[in-house]
């Protein structure tokens, strides 16, 4: 069972779009262990987006994280990095297929909406500078055996 860290940017809380991105993990099958509504510091930013640091558009898109408050989530499930990858689309949301999540909704690099963890070691990375332990519920879901 894998983790990943899932941020609903503050483009996506801004633009009343929490529900509709929700909604499509609950129904791919992943199990929702942590959920908060966050406003994140310049400090958490900058850890964050520590591998960006020096690239051209590092300084605004630690403006943009900072902007408003931030939906912080773990979701888990069988190969829940991918799947949460691909259900987002790629980083450019001009360029994301129609039926993810940047691709029905954004058209910016930038304000793409969502940030999903690329890997199982960067989401533990990741789910500990967002989450404390106890902020993170363990359980099973009704349906497990059918999903799977
Ligand atoms: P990802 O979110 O798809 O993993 P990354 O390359 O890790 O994409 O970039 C992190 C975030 O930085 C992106 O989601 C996007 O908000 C922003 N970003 C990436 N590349 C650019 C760019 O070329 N211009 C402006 N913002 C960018
Ligand atoms: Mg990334």
């Not at 943009?64 to 949301?93: H, I, K, Q, Y």
Request: net charge positive; charged share 20%.
């Amino acid at each position: 069972m894998q983790q990943t860290l899932i941020l609903l940017k503050p483009d996506c809380v801004q633009r009343r779009l929490i529900g509709n991105v929700i909604q499509r993990f609950e129904q791919k099958g992943l199990r929702l262990a942590g959920l908060k509504l966050v406003q994140s510091s310049k400090e958490l930013a900058e850890k964050h987006y520590a591998v960006h640091k020096g690239k051209p558009f590092y300084d605004s898109l630690l403006s943009f994280l900072t902007s408003g408050p931030t939906v912080a989530m773990v979701w888990e499930g069988r190969e829940a990095v991918a799947v949460c990858r691909n259900l987002m689309g790629v980083t450019d949301g001009a360029k994301a297929p129609p039926g993810t999540i940047r691709g029905d909704h954004a058209l910016s690099v930038q304000n793409n909406l969502i940030h999903g963890s690329d890997s199982a070691e960067n989401a533990a990375l990741e789910i500990a500078l967002w989450f404390k332990p106890d902020e993170l519920v363990r359980s099973s879901m009704a349906d497990g055996s059918w999903v799977g």
